[in-house]
């Protein structure tokens, strides 16, 4: 893959997302994941974006270049990993929600515990990083470069099966379709409306 595939807004690349393919290799083995979910965040022209309000150590690496991970901690319990879009100097990332194991799934399953159902072992922001093993230390990684954590093509998604909806569990603007997943598919999170929801703007 390269850098062409993801230089575009956000909202663009999430869709074209869904069948690519994230490897991370760690000390403890090679896990793979196909990607089934993603949301777009728009940078500073949208308000659930971590750059809504500009420039920060902590989101820098949404301004770009594209092609590199962002990656944050989620009410500072599960890592979350994101795909950085667009124009170097202007913030844009796809959240990946969730995916299906299609390589090291023993590993996943050993990182997530060993209860969990295949689907579920990838479902959701948080679970797709700790079975995939990435966290903090991989923020600003290079998705391209063929390092420890890989973007790559994967099976490709025929338009049909791709659904739109509102993001999950955000407060503000939760109502733009900016969600972006397969249809009927068992590794998809189950959609939230957030209880800290806030009213569309203009309602």
């Known amino acids: 893959m390269n850098v062409d595939f993801v230089a575009h807004p956000a909202e ?31 940078g500073t022209a949208d308000p659930a974006s971590h750059a809504y309000r500009g420039r920060t150590p902590r989101n820098a690496v949404m301004f770009g270049p594209a092609g590199h991970l962002y990656v944050y901690r989620s009410h500072g319990l599960h890592w ?16 990946v929600r969730a995916g299906r194991v299609i390589a090291g799934e023993d590993l996943a399953r050993k990182r997530r515990g060993e209860r969990v159902e295949s689907p579920r072992l990838a479902r959701g922001p948080g679970n797709f990083c700790q079975a995939l093993g990435i966290t903090g230390e991989h923020n600003g990684a290079d998705l391209l470069a063929g390092a420890s954590v890989v973007l790559s093509e994967g099976e490709p998604v025929p338009t049909a099966l791709i659904r739109v909806g509102p993001r999950v569990g955000v407060s503000k603007a939760h109502d733009w379709q900016h969600r972006f997943f397969l249809a009927a598919d068992p590794t998809v999170s189950v ?12 309602s």
């Open 12 to 42: 663009e690349v999430a869709p074209k997302l869904l069948g690519s393919v994230l490897t991370c290799k760690t000390p403890e083995g090679t896990v793979s994941i196909a990607i089934t979910e993603t949301e777009a965040y728009s």
């Open 80 to 95: 979350c990993a994101n795909v950085v879009t667009g124009t170097d100097g202007i913030a844009s990332a796809v959240l």
């Open 191 to 202: 959609y939230r409306l957030s209880p800290r929801a806030e009213p569309p703007a203009g």
